[in-house]
Structures are given as structure tokens and as C-alpha cells.
């Protein structure tokens, strides 16, 4: 099988920690999302959005992981596709959480 390249590149990636407030567990996340975004959850510890609300190529990606009952880390990838700023991502993350019902932890966003 020939290496393929895949267009348009990935542009960034970033990693975020959170702690669970409102939402108890991945469960509580994944039903606040469900009507707006596409979910898949391929491990118990793990589930991967992407929002419904994107039309044409998904411009970006969640990962959200577990790692303890008190919280994990978010994982979220653009693509090529991505007009986002770094200052403009770091701003939606937080409303991101506030609507998933977790909380940053501050000193995962610079």
C-alpha cells in the first residue's frame, strides 16, 4: 500500500486538563453533547467528538480522556480546514467545558 498524504494537514494540537463538576463522568459529558455533536466512545476511558454543526470538512476534533474519578484531559486537534486562532481556541475551550460541565485546570492554558 503507497503512503498516502492526507490534505489539508492537521494544524495543530493542543491538550488541556479538566477536573468534573457538574459532570460526574465521561457518561454525563457524552448526554450533555449528544444532540450536537457526533460521538463515538471506542473505550470507557475515552470519547471523540466532533460538532454536527460544521458543515463540509471537520475542522475540529475532541478527545476527551479519563484519568481519574476526579477529572482528565482534553485533546483537541484541528485540521487544515481550522480558521481558529490559538487566542480564539483558548477561548472557546472554556465555554467548551462550562457546557460539558467540567472545569479547566488553569495552568494546562497559556
Known amino acids: 500500500m503507497k503512503n498516502s498524504v492526507v490534505h489539508p494537514p492537521l494544524k495543530r494540537a493542543l491538550i488541556f486538563q479538566f477536573k468534573y463538576e457538574e459532570a460526574k463522568n465521561l457518561e454525563d459529558i457524552r448526554k450533555r453533547f449528544e444532540k450536537w455533536y457526533c460521538i ?11 460538532s454536527l454543526a460544521e458543515e463540509g470538512p471537520t475542522r475540529v476534533i475532541f478527545l476527551i480522556s479519563e484519568k481519574s474519578e476526579e477529572g482528565g484531559e482534553i485533546i483537541l486537534v484541528e485540521t487544515g480546514d481550522s480558521w481558529y486562532t490559538y487566542e480564539k481556541i483558548v477561548s472557546l475551550i472554556r465555554i467548551f467545558c462550562k457546557n460539558a460541565g467540567i472545569k479547566l485546570k488553569e495552568s494546562t492554558v497559556s
Do not use: Y
Open 40 to 50: 463515538l466512545k471506542p473505550r470507557e476511558d475515552l470519547i471523540v467528538m466532533r
